[in-house]
Nanobody
């Protein structure tokens, strides 16, 4: 059973940084894209960013462009979300998700396109 697991969340002041990690256990011997989503209290889950299997393509929602960076290390089954210049509106539970794909440049933007999800990690940004 494939299982992504997030870590690295916490409390940070506005303007600060956090790096989230996502390790995927189980049989991951096929290509897969990864995505990050977040859900704030009272709001729907939203797309944050995604990275292709090769790592050479990344996509982000407009509100995090220039502040967040996704990277991956396939040898370690790891994906990272580096978050800089954090704002109170970034406060949410952050989820990583996995989608098997044959394409090395494929990224996916919609939550229903992903097959496996982590449990989430809380990020709180104080003003």
């Amino acid at each position: 059973q494939v299982q992504p697991v997030e870590s690295g969340g916490g409390l940070v002041q506005a303007g600060g940084s956090l790096r989230l990690s996502c390790v995927t256990s189980g049989r991951t011997n096929s290509r897969y894209a990864m995505g990050w989503f977040r859900q704030a209290p009272g709001k729907e889950r939203e797309f944050v960013g995604a990275i292709s299997w090769s790592g050479s393509r990344t996509d982000y929602t407009d509100s995090v462009k220039g502040r967040f960076t996704i990277s991956r290390d396939n040898a370690k089954n790891m994906v990272y979300l580096q978050m800089n210049s954090l704002k109170p509106e970034d406060t949410a539970v952050y989820y990583c998700a996995l989608r098997y794909t044959n394409g090395i440049l494929d990224t996916f933007f919609r939550d229903y396109e992903y097959q496996y999800w982590g449990q989430g990690t809380q990020v709180t940004v104080s003003s």
